[in-house]
């Protein structure tokens, strides 16, 4: 489950820094959290993790009690480029960052389920792979 809020007027810098105060926590102490952080990126991480939180429900039938925030990526974005005018005729750059935040949530009982079902499968297959060896024969030489 996944959300996506691209081209946000903020540093990818300071939105790491209310990133890392949520990854890895249940989405109900995630958004207390940020609830109560008074960064700028506050405000815009909480409505992209309720994002997710709406997919997760909606899409995938997901409980929000179960869920828990599994990664929290802030990439950087395109920049504005100003400048300001200074003496002489000359001018100062002024960059205006954009940033990306992503979040993607996981259920507490989905990764258990996923990693017992592969070795099921990884069993199955080197069964297979064995008897398959069995009953080959070597060629004879003449």
Known sequence: MKAILRQVRISCKKAALVADLVRNRKVEDALNILRFTTKKAAPLIKKVIEAA???AENNFKQ???NLFVKEVVVTEGSTLKRGV??????SHPILKRCAH???TLESRGQSTKAAKVKTVKTEETESVDTTE???KKPKSKK
């Not at 005018?85 to 000359?90: A, E, H, L, V």
């Open 53 to 55: 939180v709406a997919n």
């Open 63 to 65: 409980d929000k009690d």
């Open 85 to 90: 005018k200074i003496s002489r005729g000359r």
């Open 101 to 103: 935040i992503g979040v």
């Open 133 to 135: 060896i069995k009953v």
